[in-house]
Protein backbone atom coordinates (compact mmCIF):
# COMPACT_ATOMS: atom_id res chain seq x y z
CA UNK A 1 0.00 0.00 0.00
CA UNK A 2 1.48 3.60 -0.73
CA UNK A 3 1.38 6.27 2.34
CA UNK A 4 2.94 8.85 1.11
CA UNK A 5 3.96 10.59 -2.11
CA UNK A 6 6.36 13.35 -2.12
CA UNK A 7 7.68 15.18 -5.37
CA UNK A 8 10.69 17.03 -5.76
CA UNK A 9 13.09 19.00 -7.80
CA UNK A 10 16.26 16.88 -8.32
CA UNK A 11 18.82 19.75 -8.42
CA UNK A 12 18.45 21.32 -4.75
CA UNK A 13 15.26 19.13 -3.18
CA UNK A 14 12.48 21.93 -3.52
CA UNK A 15 9.41 19.90 -1.90
CA UNK A 16 6.96 20.37 -5.15
CA UNK A 17 4.18 18.12 -3.91
CA UNK A 18 3.35 15.69 -1.28
CA UNK A 19 0.20 13.26 -0.53
CA UNK A 20 0.05 11.63 2.62
CA UNK A 21 -3.13 9.37 3.76
CA UNK A 22 -5.92 11.26 4.34
CA UNK A 23 -6.32 9.62 8.14
CA UNK A 24 -5.52 11.84 10.55
CA UNK A 25 -3.71 9.56 12.92
CA UNK A 26 -1.83 7.97 9.87
CA UNK A 27 -0.42 11.52 8.85
CA UNK A 28 0.74 12.09 12.08
CA UNK A 29 2.73 8.73 12.50
CA UNK A 30 4.02 9.52 8.99
CA UNK A 31 5.70 12.90 9.58
CA UNK A 32 8.94 11.08 10.74
CA UNK A 33 9.04 9.59 7.35
CA UNK A 34 7.80 12.98 5.69
CA UNK A 35 10.98 14.44 7.33
CA UNK A 36 13.37 11.63 6.17
CA UNK A 37 12.25 12.02 2.76
CA UNK A 38 13.09 16.14 2.75
CA UNK A 39 16.38 15.14 3.55
CA UNK A 40 16.60 11.88 1.28
CA UNK A 41 16.05 14.74 -1.24
CA UNK A 42 18.56 17.24 -0.55
CA UNK A 43 21.32 14.47 -0.52
CA UNK A 44 20.60 13.75 -4.00
CA UNK A 45 23.24 14.29 -6.58
CA UNK A 46 23.86 13.95 -10.69
CA UNK A 47 25.61 10.55 -9.62
CA UNK A 48 22.33 9.28 -7.16
CA UNK A 49 20.61 6.01 -9.26
CA UNK A 50 17.69 7.04 -11.18
CA UNK A 51 15.37 4.35 -9.35
CA UNK A 52 16.81 2.94 -6.06
CA UNK A 53 14.92 1.47 -3.06
CA UNK A 54 15.22 2.19 0.50
CA UNK A 55 14.15 0.26 3.47
CA UNK A 56 13.69 2.42 6.58
CA UNK A 57 11.90 0.75 9.61
CA UNK A 58 8.78 -0.88 8.67
CA UNK A 59 8.58 0.53 5.59
CA UNK A 60 10.29 1.48 2.29
CA UNK A 61 11.03 4.31 0.10
CA UNK A 62 10.99 3.82 -3.61
CA UNK A 63 11.98 6.81 -6.09
CA UNK A 64 12.88 7.85 -9.66
CA UNK A 65 14.13 10.86 -10.85
CA UNK A 66 12.66 11.85 -14.10
CA UNK A 67 13.32 15.17 -16.26
CA UNK A 68 14.94 16.56 -13.15
CA UNK A 69 12.01 15.86 -10.66
CA UNK A 70 12.27 12.99 -7.95
CA UNK A 71 8.86 11.29 -7.58
CA UNK A 72 9.14 9.47 -4.11
CA UNK A 73 6.70 6.78 -2.12
CA UNK A 74 6.47 5.41 1.18
CA UNK A 75 5.12 1.60 0.69
CA UNK A 76 4.85 -1.01 3.55
CA UNK A 77 7.57 -4.16 3.08
CA UNK A 78 5.22 -6.43 1.64
CA UNK A 79 4.09 -4.28 -1.42
CA UNK A 80 5.27 -5.04 -4.95
CA UNK A 81 8.52 -3.13 -6.03
CA UNK A 82 7.29 -3.78 -9.24
CA UNK A 83 3.80 -1.63 -8.73
CA UNK A 84 5.46 0.57 -6.67
CA UNK A 85 7.89 2.06 -9.70
CA UNK A 86 4.90 1.66 -12.44
CA UNK A 87 2.98 4.00 -9.69
CA UNK A 88 6.02 6.17 -10.25
CA UNK A 89 6.24 6.20 -13.44
CA UNK A 90 3.13 6.59 -14.58
CA UNK A 91 2.64 9.45 -11.86
CA UNK A 92 5.91 10.64 -13.41
CA UNK A 93 4.60 11.00 -16.63
CA UNK A 94 1.80 12.80 -15.73
CA UNK A 95 3.70 15.26 -13.64
CA UNK A 96 5.81 15.96 -16.43
CA UNK A 97 3.01 16.61 -18.67
CA UNK A 98 1.36 19.04 -16.50
CA UNK A 99 4.26 21.41 -14.91
CA UNK A 100 7.31 20.01 -16.56
CA UNK A 101 8.20 23.22 -18.13
CA UNK A 102 7.24 25.04 -15.19
CA UNK A 103 9.63 23.69 -12.85
CA UNK A 104 12.62 25.12 -13.07
CA UNK A 105 11.23 28.55 -12.29
CA UNK A 106 9.59 27.89 -8.69
CA UNK A 107 10.77 28.87 -5.95
CA UNK A 108 8.11 28.70 -3.48
CA UNK A 109 7.74 24.76 -1.94
CA UNK A 110 4.64 23.09 -3.10
CA UNK A 111 3.81 25.27 -5.95
CA UNK A 112 2.17 22.19 -7.34
CA UNK A 113 0.29 20.79 -4.34
CA UNK A 114 -2.79 20.35 -6.32
CA UNK A 115 -1.21 17.41 -8.50
CA UNK A 116 -2.13 15.41 -5.15
CA UNK A 117 -5.64 15.36 -6.60
CA UNK A 118 -4.28 12.80 -9.21
CA UNK A 119 -2.49 10.98 -6.94
CA UNK A 120 -5.45 9.87 -4.87
CA UNK A 121 -6.94 8.55 -7.86
CA UNK A 122 -3.78 6.81 -9.18
CA UNK A 123 -3.89 5.71 -5.68
CA UNK A 124 -7.54 4.51 -5.20
CA UNK A 125 -6.74 3.04 -8.95
CA UNK A 126 -3.99 0.72 -7.63
CA UNK A 127 -5.51 -0.19 -4.65
CA UNK A 128 -8.70 -1.49 -6.04
CA UNK A 129 -6.44 -3.32 -8.75
CA UNK A 130 -4.40 -4.78 -5.95
CA UNK A 131 -7.78 -5.99 -4.26
CA UNK A 132 -8.82 -7.32 -7.83
CA UNK A 133 -5.66 -9.67 -7.82
CA UNK A 134 -5.86 -10.45 -4.07
CA UNK A 135 -9.71 -11.80 -5.16
CA UNK A 136 -8.45 -13.41 -8.53
CA UNK A 137 -5.71 -15.44 -6.33
CA UNK A 138 -8.32 -16.06 -3.67
CA UNK A 139 -10.54 -17.14 -6.82
CA UNK A 140 -7.49 -19.52 -8.09
CA UNK A 141 -6.95 -20.85 -5.01
CA UNK A 142 -10.84 -21.62 -4.48
CA UNK A 143 -10.43 -23.54 -7.64
CA UNK A 144 -7.29 -25.50 -6.90
CA UNK A 145 -8.94 -26.36 -4.22
CA UNK A 146 -12.18 -27.70 -5.81
CA UNK A 147 -10.13 -29.54 -8.51
CA UNK A 148 -8.01 -31.18 -5.50
CA UNK A 149 -11.46 -32.20 -4.31
CA UNK A 150 -13.12 -33.76 -7.20
CA UNK A 151 -9.34 -35.55 -7.94
CA UNK A 152 -9.57 -37.17 -4.64
CA UNK A 153 -13.73 -37.70 -4.78
CA UNK A 154 -12.67 -39.22 -8.15
CA UNK A 155 -9.68 -41.27 -6.75
CA UNK A 156 -12.23 -42.54 -4.03
CA UNK A 157 -15.11 -43.22 -6.70
CA UNK A 158 -12.58 -45.35 -8.73
CA UNK A 159 -11.25 -47.10 -5.88
CA UNK A 160 -14.86 -48.09 -4.75
CA UNK A 161 -15.31 -49.22 -8.83
CA UNK A 162 -12.75 -51.44 -8.30
CA UNK A 163 -13.51 -52.98 -4.86
CA UNK A 164 -17.12 -53.12 -6.34
CA UNK A 165 -15.64 -55.32 -9.46
CA UNK A 166 -13.53 -57.20 -7.08
CA UNK A 167 -16.14 -58.55 -4.87
CA UNK A 168 -18.52 -59.48 -8.18
CA UNK A 169 -15.65 -61.59 -9.50
CA UNK A 170 -14.62 -62.97 -5.64
CA UNK A 171 -18.74 -63.85 -5.50
CA UNK A 172 -18.27 -65.70 -8.97
CA UNK A 173 -15.38 -67.43 -8.14
CA UNK A 174 -17.57 -68.55 -4.76
CA UNK A 175 -19.93 -69.90 -6.97
CA UNK A 176 -18.64 -71.78 -9.37
CA UNK A 177 -16.39 -73.03 -6.40
CA UNK A 178 -19.38 -74.67 -4.82
CA UNK A 179 -20.35 -75.79 -8.13
CA UNK A 180 -16.73 -77.68 -8.79
CA UNK A 181 -17.66 -79.03 -5.47
CA UNK A 182 -21.11 -80.54 -5.91
CA UNK A 183 -19.57 -81.77 -9.56
CA UNK A 184 -16.50 -83.35 -7.48
CA UNK A 185 -19.01 -85.12 -4.56
CA UNK A 186 -21.37 -86.22 -7.77
CA UNK A 187 -18.01 -87.46 -9.77
CA UNK A 188 -17.17 -88.80 -6.47
CA UNK A 189 -20.51 -90.73 -5.59
CA UNK A 190 -20.79 -92.23 -9.23
CA UNK A 191 -16.87 -94.04 -9.11
CA UNK A 192 -18.18 -95.49 -5.47
CA UNK A 193 -20.88 -97.10 -7.62
CA UNK A 194 -18.85 -98.29 -10.61
CA UNK A 195 -16.88 -99.48 -8.24
CA UNK A 196 -19.47 -101.22 -6.44
CA UNK A 197 -21.10 -102.77 -9.82
CA UNK A 198 -18.37 -103.97 -10.84
CA UNK A 199 -17.47 -106.10 -7.24
CA UNK A 200 -20.59 -106.75 -7.89
CA UNK A 201 -20.43 -108.60 -11.42
CA UNK A 202 -17.04 -110.07 -10.16
CA UNK A 203 -18.71 -112.25 -7.21
CA UNK A 204 -21.65 -112.81 -9.36
CA UNK A 205 -19.17 -114.51 -12.04
CA UNK A 206 -17.24 -116.23 -9.66
CA UNK A 207 -20.48 -117.89 -7.68
CA UNK A 208 -21.67 -118.90 -10.92
CA UNK A 209 -18.37 -120.70 -12.22
CA UNK A 210 -17.61 -122.47 -9.08
CA UNK A 211 -21.22 -123.72 -8.41
CA UNK A 212 -22.91 -123.76 -11.17
CA UNK A 213 -20.91 -125.38 -13.68
Avoid: W
Avoid at 27 to 42: I, T
Wanted: aromatic fraction near 12%.
Amino acid sequence: MVLMTMIARASDGLPLAASLQEDEQSGRSLLEYQNQAKMLFKKLTLNSPIKCSIETGSYVFHYVIDNGVCHLVLCERGYSKKSAFTFLEEMAAEFTSQYGRKVDQVTRPYSFIEFDTYIQKLRRQYSDQRGRRHLHQLREDLNDVQRIMMDNIDDVLQRGTALSDLETKASGLSMMSKKYHKDAQYLNMRSTYAKIAAGAVVTLVFFVYFFVF
